[in-house]
């Protein structure tokens, strides 16, 4: 994303879409530098 408000935008659409798929959804914000994680659950 380019801006801030992008990725806010976007975190709350995907967290709807898991909602509504009866998933949990978190959403982090980073500016990607370094891995979060190796996996996604």
């Known amino acids: 994303m380019k ?4 990725a ?3 975190s709350k659409v ?5 909602k509504l798929a009866g ?3 978190i959403c982090i914000i980073t500016n990607m ?3 979060i994680g190796k996996a996604v659950r």
């Open 14 to 18: 995907m967290s709807e879409i898991g």
């Open 3 to 6: 801006t801030q408000d992008e």
């Open 23 to 25: 998933i949990e959804t």
């Open 33 to 35: 530098d370094q891995p």
């Open 8 to 10: 806010e935008k976007l």
